[in-house]
């Protein structure tokens, strides 16, 4: 009760913060790089040709800096971007100077921009700073899309969808791209006359990045903090009548015969809606949502003694996720939206409906109130997951933040009686991020509890950590603390369940983390190396006495050469103290106690530019009181832009001494893409993999006929891999969506 007092009074006070972020945000940095939009009367025709009037009067973005490999010297080839608006889009004409065939690697929606020739937007409407958008156009007129935000990860995930439009044409020693994105596609603020704004060029042939502004190379592209102004003459046309409604039918044949039940035909159907409170402002409705047209999980060989993070790639759960998210660190999230919908196994359970509100209150105050209800299945009672999240931005790019979880289970009193931790989970944090005007330093805080019936101690889990960049160095620490009793049942936690593989039980015992990373980065102007990287890190486990429960310490250099191939090579140590027998093999399982044992990691990446590329890994050295050799390798031809292929194996041997056995792994993941269009796309992903059991088979053939409108066509089928070729289930599912705007 204390602690939601406290709660309840930090959520009061973030309400009375509005001094600290109300000035408008200008940078010394965005001084040397603005722009200025006007509008336009006359209709825009989206086809490649930058024909109409207002494209010769408009403003030009020009000098594009070079990013990649370094930011010394001139781009080989400039780009122009012109842009105006209507009352209800924005408009961007791209100029791009080259010479030759464009290189796409696929045709393929959201492929991202790493080997193709493209072209990208990128908006911080607020212009804080903290939030924004990603659009992403190739020369063949392929289309991604990304949210950003200041805990962006290492690469966007393309997951990310919304409508927008373009257009593509070559006229030989350059090419067009013409892009439309509606204002009611995007969050914003009518009365915000100034949005921050950059752009990208990716020139795959010379594998050269520029950008419109000059960031760091330290920095991604994208980086909110060195994006230039974009002003308004006056007031942002404010979106109306924004209200989408996306229906589907679908229906599936199949059979589990791993669950002795036969064939079977059924039908259903459901409806996603968004309807825009304001321009800023979103509620998010669905009603029976099926998820399944969504690509399958790639399957991994897990060597350690955790669970493995598995990414969120549902459509509903992906738009402003990173208010949820990104709370806690990459092995200890609060919130994972993988809980709600899904057991443990990757399993679909039934969600009922749902609902979503989030954007921000004000250009300062960012909002996420989700509530979702799933329906019974199985041995799955119920159950009603509610999220809440308040953040508040302060300072030039920091950000206050607050959350509240609650999951809800829908069982009898007898039940809860007798496992009172069922019953419900709930959480609360709050979270302080701090990043310097430059972005080259920032810091973190942050303090989350449990609450269970009947715990009411060791339920907090709290960390600290900062990091420093600069040009050649980059320096990251981080300490944090666990107890035994945080539950996150809208969560992961990576490391409190240890696993007794003798008693075949799990034991819950909190840690102590420490992380500390130190690299150093080479720029050559010559040569053939565009980036080299050396880098030591250690990552500690520590049992609440101190004593070491598992530290891990890598030293490794990574080069990355100019013609766009890669190596590297890593040398690890690890120390476990095992508290509980583990097992890797049928044999007889480890014993706990002291084991430290040395790997060495050797990989190469060719030029994924050419039809024919190939990347290896080998490792060998020690494994626990052991020995492993692991190789894996993946084999890819393309016929660029339509057809691709990819062979891909991974084989650990594990040799323990006696009684403790040894094993082979095997995991082989050949898969085939054939994209007859922009529009139409088929592919077949096979996953064998014998320390899951599971031979998977997956054809998705997906076709955009409109904007965010599809049919899907989906067969998979599961075997056993000993023995070998027993089914276990297979299914057809087709599903039919249309998307709506009233």
Not at 219 to 246: C, E, Q
Not at 279 to 294: E, G, I, K, R
Not at 478 to 490: H, P, Q, R, V
């Amino acid at each position: 009760m204390k602690f939601l007092i406290i709660y309840f009074s930090l959520l009061f006070s973030f309400l009375c913060l509005s001094h600290l972020a109300q000035a408008q945000n200008i940078s010394e940095f965005q001084k040397s790089f603005q722009l200025h939009i006007q509008p336009t009367t006359a209709k825009i025709k989206i086809d490649g040709i930058l024909d109409e009037p207002v494209w010769s009067s408009s403003e030009v973005a020009k000098d594009f800096k070079k990013k990649y490999p370094n930011d010394i010297g001139e781009v080989k080839r400039q780009t122009e971007v012109r842009f105006t608006y209507d009352n209800e889009n924005i408009y961007f004409g791209f100029k791009v100077y080259d010479s030759g065939t464009a290189i796409s690697r696929s045709l393929k929606r959201d492929v991202g921009n790493e080997g193709n020739d493209g072209v990208g937007i990128m908006l911080d409407p607020l212009n804080k700073k903290t939030n924004g958008f990603f659009f992403l156009v190739s020369a063949l007129n392929v289309q991604s899309e990304d949210q950003l935000s200041l805990t962006f990860q290492d690469k966007p995930t393309w997951s990310w969808d919304t409508k927008w439009f373009s257009a593509t044409k070559d006229y030989g020693n350059y090419w067009i791209a013409e892009v439309m994105i509606p204002l009611k596609s995007i969050r914003y603020d009518p009365k915000q006359l100034q949005w921050g704004i950059n752009f990208l060029r990716a020139d795959a042939k010379n594998n050269e990045y520029s950008t419109w502004t000059k960031v760091p190379p330290i920095f991604k592209s994208y980086d909110l903090g060195y994006m230039g102004l974009l002003n308004w003459p006056s007031a942002t046309p404010a979106s109306k009548n924004n209200i989408i409604f996306l229906p589907f039918i679908s229906g599936s044949t199949g059979e589990d015969q791993e669950n002795g039940k036969s064939l079977n035909t059924s039908g259903t159907g459901g409806f996603d809606a968004k309807v825009a409170l304001n321009a800023s402002l979103n509620l998010d409705l669905t009603v029976n949502p099926d998820f399944s047209q969504v690509e399958i999980d790639q399957q991994v060989t897990n060597l350690t003694r955790f669970d493995i993070f598995l990414p969120e790639k549902r459509g509903f759960f992906l738009e402003n996720s990173d208010l949820f998210s990104n709370f806690g660190m990459p092995f200890i999230r609060p919130f994972y939206s993988r809980t709600i919908g899904l057991d443990k196994e990757g399993n679909r359970i039934p969600i009922l409906f749902g609902a979503r509100m989030s954007g921000n209150l004000d250009p300062a105050t960012r909002i996420g109130l989700m509530n979702m209800q799933t329906g019974k299945q199985n041995n799955y009672s119920a159950e009603n997951f509610t999220a809440f999240t308040l953040q508040r931005s302060v300072l030039k790019r920091s950000v206050l933040k607050t959350y509240f979880l609650n999951r809800e289970n829908d069982i009898s009193e007898e039940a809860a009686k007798k496992n009172p931790l069922d019953k419900y989970g709930r959480n609360a944090g709050v979270s302080f991020e701090y990043t310097n005007t430059a972005g080259t330093f920032s810091s973190w805080t942050d303090f989350h509890k449990s609450f269970k019936a009947t715990i009411n101690d060791d339920d907090v889990y709290a960390s600290t950590g900062f990091m420093k960049d600069s040009k050649h160095w980059t320096y990251i620490s981080l300490i944090g603390s666990l107890g035994k009793n945080f539950y996150t049942d809208m969560g992961y936690v990576q490391g409190v369940n240890n696993y007794d593989a003798v008693r075949d039980t799990t034991i819950r015992v909190g840690f102590k983390n420490l992380f500390n990373s130190l690299s150093y980065r080479l720029l050559p102007e010559n040569g053939s190396i565009g980036k080299m990287v050396a880098k030591l890190d250690n990552f500690s486990t520590l049992h609440p006495d101190n004593s070491i429960n598992q530290s891990d310490t890598k030293i490794g250099v990574d080069i990355q050469f100019k013609k766009a191939s890669g190596f590297g090579v890593d040398i690890n140590n690890t120390i476990v103290n095992l508290l509980y027998p583990i097992s890797f093999t049928k044999g007889v399982p480890l014993p706990a106690g002291h084991y430290v044992f040395n790997q060495i990691q050797v990989k190469y990446m060719s030029d994924m530019r050419k039809a024919f590329g190939i990347e290896s890994m080998m490792n060998i050295g020690q494994f626990y009181n052991g020995n492993v050799k692991g190789i894996s390798m993946g084999l890819t031809y393309r016929n660029q832009p339509n057809f691709k292929v990819v062979l891909s194996a991974q084989f650990n041997n594990i040799v323990f001494p006696n009684p403790y056995g040894s094993t082979n792994l095997v995991l082989l993941q050949p898969r085939v893409e054939w994209n007859f269009s922009t529009k139409l796309f088929w592919t077949t992903f096979v996953q064998y993999n014998t320390q899951s059991n599971n031979f998977n088979i997956n054809s998705r053939l997906q076709y955009r006929y409109k904007p965010m409108s599809d049919f899907f066509l989906v067969y998979t089928d599961n075997y056993f891999t000993d023995p070998l070729f027993k089914n276990k289930n297979r299914a057809l599912i087709f599903k039919f969506s249309y998307w709506f705007n009233l």
